[in-house]
């Protein structure tokens, strides 16, 4: 039976996936850092939050934001609302094809390998508690994979840049190259960064257009910054995007 059922790449691609993500659900990193107290992110634990529908229609112009945008390291203490939270996220990830799966940034392939994680303090974004949460774009939402404040372990995980522990949200971009590489081999991994430029420009200037600053960071243990942000086994963080208001 199985000999007769043809797949095309794409499929092959989704399956290889989908397998990953299984894998990645029952073997998430394990976060051992002090704020995880030793607990495994699971997925049984976690809990849904859908967020507000975004807007599409800012008032700020494309130019504007692209003069304005700068990489900011000081950020005050007024939380990020919710809506602002949404607004970011879909301009990282959204669904923006109607009635289909395409998003806010490009993908070779449309095979999408990278995941948005949401690292947020305490009283940081109106309605939510301290924790990580991780992007569902097909239905707008996050699910919370984590708990706690884990801010400035990830600063500390970020050779010791401790600026990034007062910006009410980081946001950590990660890549599971499995997604794209079964397609497109090594070169896989060439996509999947360069997709991961187009997302982090897409917080950068949406930020911007939102009033709000955020900066970048790149230089990071790989290792750590996943234990602390506890995201899920294969998915690689590639870079952080802490956001708020700039002091
Ligand atoms: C991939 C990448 C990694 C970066 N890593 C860091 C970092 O670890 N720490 C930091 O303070 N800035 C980091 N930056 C920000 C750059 O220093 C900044 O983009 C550059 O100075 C240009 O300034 P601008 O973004 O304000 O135009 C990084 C930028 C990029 C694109």
Known sequence: ??????????????????AGLAF????????????AKGKKPSRKKETVMSLDPPVQDGTVSLEKVIKQRRTVRSFGKVPVSKQQFSQILWSAQGIT????FKRASPSGGALYPADVYAVVGNNC???????????????????????????????????????????????????EYLRITCKYGDRGIRYALIEIGHISQ???LQCQALGLSAGIVGAFDDGKVARSAGVYK???PLVILPVGYRE
């Open 125 to 175: 974004i109106e309605d939510m508690g301290a924790g990580v949460y991780h992007y569902q774009p097909k239905h707008h939402s996050v699910t919370k994979v984590a708990g706690g404040d884990r801010r400035n372990d990830l600063a500390i995980a970020s050779l010791s840049q401790m600026w990034m522990a007062g910006a009410p949200v980081l946001f950590v971009i990660t890549a």
């Open 234 to 236: 294969n998915h690689e």
């Open 202 to 204: 897409n917080i950068f």
């Open 97 to 100: 094809e109607d009635g289909g």
């Open 1 to 18: 039976m199985l000999r007769n059922l043809s797949l095309n790449r794409r499929q092959v691609c989704q399956i290889a996936a989908m």
């Open 24 to 35: 990645s659900v029952v073997l998430p990193f394990k976060a051992d850092n002090a704020s």
